[in-house]
Each structure stands twice: as C-alpha cells, then as structure tokens.
C-alpha cells in the first residue's frame, strides 16, 4: 500500500480521496487549513491534517516519506505545493489550469528525482489524452479543436449555469490569456471570444476561448498544426451576461467581488453533466479527413457518496495517472505531459473508466 497526501479537501480533493481510499491500494491523508472542510472526509476513512498551505516548509516535513502528492489546492497556492514536492523528494500531481503554474512546475522537473505531472483533471488532462490520440491517426494535421464544458442538467437562471467546481477557478480562466495555434504561429488570445455555437443529440450548446485548457498542447504541435484552439461549453447566452459581468462593470479587476456575487447568487447542484467534444482533421493519404470524439459523463457514487460529474471525472483523471505511475506505465522522474499517456492504458484503468462512453460511438471518423 502506497502513502499518498491529497492537499485540499474541497469537492475535488474530497473525491479524490474518496476513490484512491476505496481502492483499499492507498493510504490517503488530506491536507487542509479548514476544520470544516476536513470533517467531511474523515468519514471516507481517510487521515485528516490541518495546516496552513501557505506554509511550505510544513508542507514539504508532511510530505516527507509519502509516494505522492496530488494538489487538489486553489490555482494560487498550487506552485507552492510543487516546491514542497520538491523538497520532500515525493511524487507530485495536480489539476491546475493555471498557465503561470505550470510553468513553475516544469522548471521544478527539469531539477527534480521524481515525476512532476501538471494538469491532471479534465481540462486540461483528459483532454489533452484523447486529442493526441486522434491526432495520431493523421499523417498531416490542419486542425485541432477541443471543447469541454461542465454544466447543470436542469439549467433555471439567466446565466444558464450552476456552480459545480472552485468559483476561483472558473473566474481564472475566464479573465486569464489564452494559448492557441492560430494560422500555425502560437499566440495568445483574449478569453470570451471567439464565440461558435453547436449542436449536440439535439442540445445547443455555445463556447468561447478560456484559459488553460490546451495545457502544453501548443508546444507539442507547434509546427505541426494549422489552427489549435481550446474553448468552454456552455449554454448559450451565458457569455454575453459574463462578458457584461467582467468587462462592462470591470469585474475581472475586482475578482473577490464577482466570487461573492457568483457564491451568494448561483447555487451549487450535483445534476450536472460533463459534455467532452474534440474536433480532429488533416491528411489521411490525399484525403482531407475530420476525427471526433464526443462524450458526455454524468456522476455517480464515488465511495458511498453521491458525487457531481465534474468531480468524477477531474478526481478519476489524476487518479488513474498515479494508478499509471504507480505501475510503471509513466516516466517516474521529469516533467510528464498529459500527451505522453496512452488514451487505452487510461480508458483501461479502472478509475480512467469513469470516461466509459454512455450508449453512444466513442468516435466517429
């Protein structure tokens, strides 16, 4: 049995010790500075810690001696979690979306004696996976389009939209730079834009450029691709109140106000569904050819209790790479991209099969 930490004991890292406890292969401890939020998973018969994250010189002395380490932190504490992964000598892990992060985490691997892997959740992680899988069926690419959107089943207020992960997270990624590949040179574009409108089995759905959802997609198909662009899912009409919200009353300035508005207004719902959608083509031969792959996953329960789908299956996508890792199946030293993980050995674990199709075609060429 392995000694892993979670740090965080929000809804994400709640679920992520509660599957990695229930798979009877791991001794969980969860790290958090809140007594509240670390009630809740004592009960998953788990070990609770409570400790300022903001420490990381107590965070590295618990971590001493563990496997591995997945943050399941907010987005600005998890660059400091890296560095006390570092310094304790362990494993480490995380779901952040964050570009600046990730950047720090590489440089970390590059001196590092252990596996560093970033963005292990949906998107970026999951994502990533399946895109380089399809990519791989081409010869020449031309575009790679990847759309992924948590959402309320039961939408009932003008945003078209509950609260189902971090509010800072989501705020983040819709006031932060994006990376894309636009005309084969990488750039950066703004968030909110960009905005296209689709059909799914019969739903329309609209997306728009948000931050952090490639992860390092642009620097392994630089070169080799024409347009890489990452987009949010939503319900349409949600941007338009957002962009109202964050650029005409200058929100995005002033983002601990729009966290209270969201977390006092918008109320949280375990009926959601996670709608996954990536658009592949290029060069088969003399043929110009689209691969897609479309995806929608709803919860369950997750170690006796009920969990969201947004929770299933960002806690599934980094508990199936530490499954990975665990095995043997990844680089256990360096920086490891989500890219480097084989789409079937991470639909074949048995928490990657979360993502197991639901009575429709995993991929349609």
């Known amino acids: 049995m392995r000694d892993v930490v979670v740090v965080g ?5 709640a679920t992520i010790a509660d599957m990695l406890a229930a798979s009877g292969d791991y001794r969980v401890a969860v790290v958090d500075r809140s007594p509240e939020a670390l009630a809740e998973v004592v009960a998953a018969g788990v070990t609770a810690i409570q400790h300022d994250l903001a420490d990381e010189t107590g965070l590295a002395r618990l971590l001493a001696g563990r496997f591995a380490v997945l943050s399941a932190a907010p987005y600005h504490l998890t660059a400091g979690v890296a560095r006390a992964a570092y310094a304790a000598g362990c ?7 964050d570009v600046a992060t990730t950047r720090s985490v590489r440089e970390l691997a590059r001196q590092g004696s252990r596996a560093f892997i970033p963005q292990c959740g949906l998107a970026p992680g999951f994502i990533s996976i399946v895109a380089t899988a399809l990519a791989q069926r ?3 690419l031309d ?6 959107g948590a959402l309320p089943q039961f ?4 945003l078209n939209y509950n609260l189902t992960w971090s509010t800072d997270g989501v705020i983040n990624e819709y006031c932060e730079p994006c990376e894309a590949i636009v005309d084969g040179v990488r750039r950066e574009v703004p968030p909110m834009e960009e905005l296209e409108e689709f059909s799914l089995d019969g739903v329309r759905y609209e997306a728009f450029n948000t931050s952090g959802g490639l992860g390092s997609l642009c620097e392994t ?3 080799r691709v024409r347009q890489l662009n990452y987009r949010t899912i939503r319900y349409p009409g949600h941007c338009a109140l957002m962009k109202a919200l964050l650029v005409d009353l200058r929100l995005r300035d002033r983002r601990h106000v729009l966290k209270d508005i969201l977390e006092h207004a918008l109320p949280t719902t375990m009926q959601d569904v996670v709608v996954v959608l990536v658009a592949v083509s290029g060069w088969q031969g003399e043929r110009l050819v689209q691969t897609t792959y479309a995806n929608r996953i709803h919860g369950g329960m997750v170690g006796g209790r009920r969990r969201s789908a947004i929770q299933v299956t960002t806690a599934a996508g980094i508990a199936a ?10 680089p256990a030293t360096g920086l490891v991209r989500q890219e480097d993980i084989p789409l079937d050995r991470f639909l074949a674990n048995r928490f990657g099969r979360a993502y197991a199709m639901e009575d429709r075609q995993a991929l349609a060429a």
């Open 9 to 13: 004991a929000g809804k994400i890292g």
């Open 91 to 97: 494993h480490y892990l995380d779901l952040t979306e």
């Open 138 to 140: 081409f010869e020449r």
């Open 143 to 148: 575009s790679v389009k990847l759309r992924v």
């Open 155 to 158: 939408p009932s207020n003008a």
């Open 221 to 223: 198909l630089a070169g």
């Open 321 to 330: 790479v530490l499954d990975l890792l665990a095995e043997g199946a990844i």
